[in-house]
């Protein structure tokens, strides 16, 4: 059973920064995507970044390319989503996410394990 637990959540003002990470307790995740969903007030999950099991390849909603940057470190089983230029609609529930099977994929039901969530609040 992996575990994926998610830090560096907290409250930031309008145009700040936050890096979120997500450490798994799995033996290796280098054969496995990795991605970070959101879920705001209200609504419904939505995808916000995947990256490839060697981090070649990267994948981002519309809403957050050129502000936020997923990378990987394998070698520390670590998932990082550095944001920046936060806005208020970026505020929610910021979840890691892992797909067993390697592929990047902005679909929900294709991660095997989640993560319990990191609280993200973007004051105006």
């Known amino acids: 059973q992996v575990t994926l637990v998610e830090s560096g959540g907290g409250l930031v003002q309008t145009g700040g920064s936050l890096r979120l990470s997500c450490a798994s307790s799995g033996l290796t995740i280098n054969t496995s995507a990795m991605a970070w969903f959101r879920q705001g007030p209200g609504q419904e999950r939505e995808f916000v970044a995947a990256?490839?099991?060697?981090?070649?390849?990267?994948n981002y909603a519309d809403s957050v390319k050129g502000r936020f940057t997923i990378s990987r470190d394998n070698a520390k089983n670590t998932v990082y989503l550095q944001m920046n230029s936060l806005k208020p609609e970026d505020t929610g529930t910021y979840y890691c996410?892992?797909?067993?099977?390697?592929?990047?994929?902005?679909?929900?039901?294709?991660?095997?394990?989640w993560g319990q969530g990191t609280q993200v609040t973007v004051a105006l």
């Open positions: 990256i490839s099991r060697w981090g070649r390849s990267t």
């Open positions: 996410a892992e797909n067993l099977r390697g592929a990047p994929s902005y679909e929900g039901s294709r991660y095997d394990y």
